[in-house]
C-alpha cells in the first residue's frame, strides 16, 4: 500500500511536470507561426477565442509569466484546449473527444488481443522447445522483420483491392451517422476488422518472442525442477511455476505498449484512412493546427503516464516482491 | 541397520551435450541404497554428484543425456518394483514425491517466488491425495513447518521474506509432506552458518529416527558424512571410486583419494589441524587419462595406474569386509595414518 501511495505522488509530480513543460514549450518556440495563424483568421475568430489561444500559447505579453500559467491551468481545468484552426471553430476537446474512443478501441483490443495471443503462443513453444513447436519461431522472425505499413498496404491489396472483402479506409459505412444503432456498431467493426488483423500480425510475433525466451530462461530455475520432482500435473508446472514467473517482464512491455495505443498508431490510421487521434494528428501537422496538436501532445503524454501506472499497480499485484520493497 | 535395497543404480552413464561435443559426465555408475540407511556421496566440486541425483530421479536438465543404465526403486511398504529410467511420464509423476523427495543443492531458489509457502507445501499434498480436504492440508502443512522449528504463521509469508536458512528448512519440510520413503539431500547445508547447519542435521537425524526413511545426503565435507552417515559412497571424475561403511572408510581409507579427502577438511570436533589436501586438480572431463583418473594426482601410482583403469570391485580382504567396494590396484597397501581428531561419533 505503502508502495502504491508512493508511486502515485512520484506519478501526480511526473503529469504536474508534463503539463507545465507543455505550458512553456510553445512559449520558447518562437510565436511568429501561430501570430500569423491567428492574423489569418482575424475576422472569423470570436475576439475572446482569440484570447483564449494567446494564453494557450504564450502571447499574451501584457500578463507575467505566472498569471500566463495561472491561465493555462484555469483553462485545462474547466476542459478548455483552444479551438482548432483547421476545424475552425469546433474546440480541440471536442475532436478529441471524437477521435479517441475509434483509436481505444481499435488499436487498444488489438494490443490486448495480441498480447494475449502471443504470450499463449509463447508459454507454448518455450514448453515445448526442442520439439517441432520451434518451427513456429522463424515465422515469427519474419514476421516481426517486416515493417508495418508493408503488412497494411499488402492488407488492403489482398483483401480490400484484389480480393475485395473488406473496406480498405474508413471508420464505418460513410452512409451511416455514427450513433450506437446496431446498424452503425455492425459498420464500424465490419470496418475495423483488417486494421486490426495487421496490427496483431505486425505486433505478435515480438510477445511470442519475448515470452518463449523468458519460458526457457525461468524453465531451468530450480523452482521449477523441484514443481516436476513434487510430481504436479505438467500443466500446473507450465502455467503456475514457469509462465506465472516468465510473465513478469512481459508485464511492464505490455504496459509500455498501452501507452503508445494513443500516439504510436500514426502509420495504421494513416494507411486506413481511420477517423482516430493518430489520423486526426497527422491532419492538424498538414494544417499547422497548433492548438489541435498540443492538445494531442497533453492527450499522448498523459496516456503513457497512465500506462506507466497501470505497470506498476499490474507489478505489485503479480509480483509479491515489489510489494514489500518499495 | 541395512534392510533390503530400496533404490539400485545400475551402471548409470550420462553425457551433457549432443554428439561431438557431449562429455561423460557418469561413467557407468554402480550404487545400491538400503532400507533406512542414510548413504553418503562425497567428492569434489564437479566431480557429478548432483548429476547422479538429477539422473537418478529423471530430472535431469538439457543437455543431459541418460545414455545407459537403470535405476530400480523397490518400495518397501508394498510391493511395487520398477525402473525409474523406463517408467512412463504418468506413473513417474504419479510416483514422485511419494517414493522419492529430492532437496536440491540450490535450496535458495528451490520456492516460487510468487507463491506463498503454504501454496507451496500444500500443492504437492492436493496433488498426490486429491481427497484430503483443504483444511487437512493446510494443518498438514503447519505440522511440516513445525517439524522443521518454523511457526506456522509462515505459511502466510512469500520465499522472499524468509531467510537463508528457513527457505533451506522449508524445503526439507516440503520433502517430508508425504512421508516419502526416500530423501535425496544434495548439499542441503552448505550454504549456511556451522550454528545452523548443526541445528539443522540434528532435526534431521531425528527426524529420520521418527520417520524412518532412507537418505542419500550428498556434500563434498566427508568428516560431516563420517559422523552422520551409515555408509559413504566417494566419487572422482564421474565414477564411484570407493564404497564402504563409514567406520571402515574413516579407520582404513583404501583408494588414495578418499584418503587425500579424510585429510583436507577440518574436523568439526577437535583441535584444529594442517590440512593435508590433494594436489593438483580434477582431469578435464572431455580428456580423461588412459588409465586411472586419479593416478596423475595420486601420491602412489604406479606404471600399470597409468595405463589400466581399475574397477570398482571387493577389495582383497572381501571376508571380513564383505560390502567394500573399491576402485584402485593397490588398495591392500597400508593405508596412511588417519587424522588423530576425527573421531566417529
Ligand atoms: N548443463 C551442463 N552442460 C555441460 N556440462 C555440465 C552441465 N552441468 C554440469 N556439467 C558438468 O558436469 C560435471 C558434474 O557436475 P555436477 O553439478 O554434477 O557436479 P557436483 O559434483 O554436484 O559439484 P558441486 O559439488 O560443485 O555441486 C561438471 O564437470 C560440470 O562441468
Ligand atoms: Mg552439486
Known amino acids: 500500500m505503502r508502495y502504491l501511495l508512493r508511486r502515485a505522488a512520484f506519478y501526480l509530480l511526473t503529469a504536474w511536470a508534463a503539463i507545465t513543460l507543455n505550458f512553456l514549450i510553445p512559449r520558447m518556440l518562437p510565436g511568429d507561426p501561430v501570430r500569423s495563424l491567428i492574423a489569418r483568421f482575424q475576422g472569423r475568430i470570436s475576439v475572446e477565442a482569440t484570447e483564449s489561444l494567446y494564453i494557450l500559447f504564450g502571447l499574451d505579453e501584457q500578463k507575467s509569466l505566472w498569471q500566463q500559467y495561472l491561465d493555462y491551468w484555469g483553462n485545462l481545468l474547466s476542459g478548455n484546449l483552444g479551438l482548432s484552426f483547421a476545424y475552425f471553430p469546433t474546440p480541440v ?25 502471443g504470450t499463449m503462443l509463447g508459454v507454448w513453444v518455450g514448453w515445448r522447445r526442442g520439439t517441432w513447436a520451434d518451427g513456429l519461431l522463424p ?27 473488406f473496406p480498405a479506409s474508413g471508420g464505418f459505412d460513410p452512409g451511416l451517422i455514427p450513433s450506437a444503432t446496431p446498424e452503425f456498431i455492425g459498420s464500424a467493426i465490419y470496418h475495423g476488422l483488417l486494421p486490426a488483423f495487421t496490427i496483431v500480425i505486425s505486433s505478435v510475433a515480438g510477445w511470442i518472442l519475448g515470452m518463449r525466451n523468458m519460458m526457457v530462461t ?32 512481459n508485464v511492464s512491455g505490455f504496459a509500455l505498449s498501452l501507452g503508445f495505443i494513443v500516439g504510436g498508431t500514426l502509420v495504421t490510421e494513416m494507411v486506413f484512412t481511420y477517423p482516430g487521434i493518430g489520423y486526426m494528428l497527422f491532419q492538424a501537422v498538414g494544417a499547422k493546427d497548433y492548438p489541435l496538436m498540443q492538445g494531442f501532445f497533453l492527450i499522448i503524454t ?15 499485484v503479480l509480483d509479491p516482491r515489489t510489494r514489500q520493497e518499495g | ?41 562425497a567428492g569434489e566440486s564437479g566431480c557429478g554428484k548432483s548429476t547422479l541425483a538429477y539422473a537418478a530421479t529423471r530430472l535431469l536438465p538439457p543437455p543431459g543425456i541418460i545414455t545407459g543404465g537403470e535405476v ?15 517408467a ?170 578418499t584418503d587425500g579427502l579424510l585429510h583436507s577438511f577440518p574436523p568439526l570436533h577437535g583441535p584444529r589441524q594442517e590440512l593435508g589436501g590433494i594436489p593438483g586438480a580434477p582431469p578435464d572431463l572431455m580428456s580423461l587419462p588412459r588409465g586411472c583418473t586419479f593416478a596423475p594426482r595420486c601420491r602412489v601410482a604406479l606404471d600399470r595406474c597409468r595405463d589400466e583403469r581399475p574397477a570398482l570391485t571387493a577389495t582383497a580382504f572381501a571376508d571380513r569386509e564383505p560390502h567394500r567396494r573399491v576402485a584402485c590396484f593397490q588398495h591392500e597397501r597400508e593405508a596412511a595414518a588417519i587424522p588423530p581428531s576425527l573421531t566417529v561419533m
Not at chain 1, 224 to 239: D, F, N, S, W, Y
Not at chain 2, 7 to 33: F, P
Open chain 1, 139 to 165: 515465422v515469427t522472425n519474419f514476421l516481426s522483420a517486416i515493417p508495418y505499413f508493408w503488412i497494411g498496404l499488402i492488407a488492403i491489396a489482398v483483401f480490400a483491392v484484389a480480393w475485395p472483402i
Open chain 2, 1 to 41: 541397520m541395512t534392510g533390503e535395497p530400496v533404490l539400485e543404480i545400475r551402471n548409470l552413464s550420462v553425457e551433457y551435450g549432443y554428439d561431438a561435443d557431449a562429455v561423460r559426465v557418469l561413467r557407468d555408475v554402480n550404487l545400491t541404497l538400503h532400507a533406512g540407511e542414510v548413504l553418503g556421496l
Open chain 1, 93 to 117: 476537446v471536442d475532436i478529441i473527444e471524437q477521435s479517441l474512443p475509434w483509436t481505444l478501441a481499435l488499436v487498444g483490443l488489438s494490443t490486448i488481443l495480441s498480447f494475449v495471443l
Open chain 1, 218 to 249: 525461468v524453465s531451468s530455475e530450480d523452482y521449477v525442477t523441484v514443481a516436476h520432482a513434487k510430481g504436479l500435473p505438467e500443466r500446473r508446472v507450465m502455467i503456475g511455476y514457469a509462465a506465472r514467473n516468465a510473465v513478469l517482464p
Open chain 2, 88 to 257: 512412463t511420464d504418468d506413473e513417474l509423476r504419479a510416483t514422485r514425491w511419494e517414493d522419492t523427495a529430492i532437496v536440491f543443492q540450490g535450496a535458495m531458489n528451490s520456492l516460487n517466488p510468487v507463491y506463498r509457502i503454504g501454496r507451496q507445501l500444500t500443492d504437492a499434498i492436493s496433488a498426490h491425495r486429491p481427497e484430503q480436504s483443504a483444511r487437512q492440508r493446510r494443518d498438514r502443512a503447519a505440522e511440516l513447518l513445525d517439524m522443521v522449528g518454523i511457526p506456522a504463521d509462515r505459511l502466510r509469508s512469500y520465499p522472499h521474506q524468509l531467510s537463508g536458512g528457513m527457505r533451506q528448512r522449508v524445503m526439507i519440510a516440503m520433502a517430508l509432506a508425504l512421508e516419502p520413503q526416500l530423501v535425496i539431500m544434495d548439499e542441503p547445508t552448505t550454504a549456511l552458518d556451522v550454528v545452523m547447519q548443526r541445528q539443522i542435521l540434528q532435526q534431521l537425524a531425528d527426524l529420520r529416527t521418527r520417520l524412518g526413511f532412507s537418505v542419500v545426503f550428498i556434500t563434498h565435507d566427508v568428516s560431516l558424512l563420517i559422523e552422520l552417515a551409515d555408509r559413504i559412497a566417494v566419487m572422482y571424475a564421474g565414477e564411484i571410486v570407493e564404497d564402504a561403511t563409514a567406520s571402515q572408510m574413516y579407520r582404513t581409507p583404501r583408494h588414495p583419494y
Open chain 1, 302 to 316: 498523459l496516456s503513457v503516464l497512465v500506462a506507466n501506472m497501470l505497470a506498476d499497480i499490474a507489478y505489485a
Open chain 2, 72 to 86: 530400480v526403486f523397490t518400495s518397501t511398504r508394498d510391493d511395487r518394483r520398477y525402473d525409474l529410467l523406463t
